[in-house]
């Protein structure tokens, strides 16, 4: 049992300041040692904010530091699998920030690397959509509640790219994202844990907005993902699924969430984990989650369980990391391609 753990962070981003560095030092015994972001004075405010010892510019500080235990990566996707197969060849725990890399191959070789060091913890940063209520959801999947299970319908819609003044954000740069399209792969992953893996997908996209300006240099910058997708896809248990993912519609008719459509039941899910049950010809009624099943945020003390208990990553391992990478560049190669893809190409 490793009772002290010692972390070095690198990429403190919006997501490692809000929640991991505030989750990892609020459990006993680990301490975050060393911090590693783009600049010394961006790492330097970071560490006066958290009380960290030590700021370094140079990632390879803290990957190659003996002294520390476990490494988190708070990166946008491009670095993930660069400093992800560092860490762990290094003989470094690896919490990594979703999604998981820029694309399937990307993903291969960091599940790869993982399995070259069965002793270190591999996990990436969950979709945190529903913590409560994926047991429960899996649960009516797998035992009949809700029939078979038909078509599911995903709607991910606002109208948050219309500002055309919003400076260029990391996941409108493919150069920075990859393969991943919007918040895409947030349902996806849920979903995946509802419905078990895709088998195709068949995708279309649109770049409505095609400009900003990059905060970096102030000067415009192409967009090159799109802001508008629409997904239609195979489960490998048959059921179909179809997604609407779009920043360019603004006061869409229903609210947003996913809608499963059995045989027996409809059971609508929306975002804050709200579910409703509407059995075949009778009454919708508010569902909760099952009993001892509702989960919640505790990515970074799952991460210290698995160190120091041996604890088995669920949420959200590196196997299920490349499945939803699979299907994110499935989606690109249709999208691009103009034709159905099967995740078996991918």
């Known amino acids: 049992m490793a009772d002290r753990i010692r972390i070095g962070v690198i ?13 990892l030092q609020a459990i006993e015994g680990v301490e ?3 911090v590693c972001n783009r600049s010394q004075e961006s790492g330097q405010r970071v560490a006066d904010e958290f009380g960290i010892a030590r700021v370094v510019t140079d990632p390879r500080a803290i990957i190659d530091d003996p002294e520390i235990d476990a490494v ?8 993930h699998r660069e400093y992800v197969v560092a860490a762990l060849e ?16 990307e993903a291969r070789e960091m599940l790869a690397a993982a399995r070259q060091h069965p002793d270190c913890v591999a996990q990436i ?21 809700l029939g078979d299970v038909l078509e ?33 792969g947030l349902y996806l992953e849920a979903l995946h844990r509802w419905l ?21 240099t102030g000067k415009p910058h192409t967009i090159d993902v799109p802001d508008s997708l629409g997904v239609l896809a195979v489960m490998e248990s048959g059921t179909r699924v179809s997604y609407r993912v779009s920043a360019v519609t603004a006061s869409p008719a229903a609210p947003n969430g996913v ?60 196997e299920d990391g490349l499945l939803y990478m699979r299907v994110t560049e499935a989606v690109t190669r249709s999208r691009l391609e103009g034709r159905a893809v099967d995740i078996a190409e991918v």
């Open 11 to 23: 990429g403190a981003g919006g997501n490692t300041r809000v929640r991991h560095i505030p989750g």
């Open 32 to 34: 975050i040692v060393a």
């Open 72 to 79: 988190v990566i708070g990166t946008w996707p491009y670095r």
């Open 90 to 105: 290094a003989g470094k725990h690896v919490l990594t920030e979703a999604r998981m890399a820029m694309d399937a191959t």
């Open 125 to 145: 940063v969950p979709s945190p959509l529903d913590f409560k209520t994926w047991r429960t959801i899996r649960r009516m999947v797998q035992d009949g509640t």
């Open 152 to 184: 599911a319908h995903v709607n991910i819609l606002g109208g948050g790219s219309l500002n055309r003044a919003t400076p260029l954000h990391w996941r409108e740069r493919a150069d920075y994202s990859g393969t991943n399209t919007m918040t895409f």
């Open 196 to 216: 078990g893996p895709t088998k195709r997908v068949m995708a279309d996209g649109h770049v409505f907005v095609a400009e900003r300006i990059d905060p970096e």
């Open 259 to 318: 809608s499963l459509y059995g045989t027996k039941a409809t059971l609508h899910w929306q975002p804050g984990e709200r579910m409703t049950l509407v059995p075949l010809g009778g009454e919708a009624q508010a569902v909760e989650p099952d009993p001892g099943t509702a989960g919640d945020w505790r990515v970074e003390a799952d991460f210290v369980d698995s160190i120091r208990d041996g604890a088995p990553v669920i949420l959200t391992n590196f």
